[in-house]
């Protein structure tokens, strides 16, 4: 014969959550805080320090690319002629032979007496033209069209 049990009884179990005190910059000793700051800091060196280092290769070759691309291109020197009553002066240029002005350089003070065009196309030749502005940024005097004679390498 089997031997009949009672029902066991169920109590709801209460969790006890244990907590462990954390550690804040307020509870440290100051030296432990110095050394911590001491710590962070060499490590932001060392980060900086190597993307610096790692970049170098590739800053020196954008200078040595500028270097390159100078070679590439010519500059001109342009006088501005003295316009009684000139606020400012436009320069407009283009290559040679054709009917219009594909470039600028706007607003020149009227203090300038010369203007130097950069970037100029190697083995081209420019025609240019001053335009002078007067007091209400219209354009009332307008210089002959001319080559570009002294082109010069950059």
Known sequence: MKKKTAPKKTTAKKTVKR???HSSSRNLEPSLYI???VIISACLVLVVAGVVGLNRHSLTGEVAGAQIMNGLFDQ??????PVPNAAAYNIYYGQ???????????DIPPNISQYTLSYLKKGVKYDYRVAALDQNDKEFYFSPTEPLTNLQGM
Do not use: K, M, Q, Y
């Open 19 to 21: 907590t462990i005190p």
């Open 76 to 81: 001109a020197t342009v006088s501005l002629p």
């Open 35 to 37: 050394r911590r700051i």
């Open 96 to 106: 040679e032979g054709t009917d219009t002005f594909t470039n600028a350089v706007r």
